[in-house]
């Protein structure tokens, strides 16, 4: 299996396996790798899950089930660029689903923690026009949504 230079490594408390799972499920193009279990040595109960590999739309992350002592924080997000209003509301809704929680800026955390922010493609886009106003119009407009709306922000730009 060829391995990735740099690799994302999630350490989650005791649901590694159940936060890949949800994430293959929600991103197309991706796939669990391989689950690696405990042995007698630990350092869990004998058979439980210990590292998970899986691929997310060509990204590969590894996760752990290391415990409690470690969480996550929005200091760390994975950026997602999504094409379509769609693809946004599709993702927004699934990782928000079963404990999740929204934020502001296309900011959210999913059921374990992660942060998350769905952004469409266009934002940088328009984020970098030549025109001050429009530029300040967007980014206002960024700071006053949840989910961002690409309709929304294309009309902010044309202000």
Not at 15 to 44: D, Q
Not at 124 to 136: A, T
Request: aromatic share 10%; with cysteine; net charge negative.
């Amino acid at each position: 299996m060829q391995v990735q230079k740099i690799t994302p490594f999630l350490w989650f408390d005791n649901n590694a396996e159940e936060a890949m799972n949800l994430y293959v499920s929600v991103f197309k193009n991706s796939k669990v790798l391989s689950i690696h279990h405990s042995g007698k040595a630990g350092p869990g109960e004998d058979g439980t899950v210990m590292v998970v590999y899986f691929e997310l739309d060509g990204v590969r992350f590894l996760g752990l089930n290391g415990g409690p002592m470690n969480t996550f924080s929005e200091a760390i997000s994975f950026w997602v660029y999504c094409d379509t209003q769609e693809e946004i509301d599709d993702l927004w809704e699934k990782l928000t689903a079963g404990g999740g929680e929204a934020s502001k800026c296309g900011w959210l955390k999913d059921k374990f923690g992660l942060s998350w922010q769905i952004v469409p493609s266009i934002l940088l886009e328009l984020l970098d026009d030549k025109d001050p106003v429009k530029r300040d119009n967007v980014l206002k407009a960024v700071w006053e949504m949840e989910k961002l709306d690409m309709r929304k922000l294309q009309e902010a730009a044309a202000k």
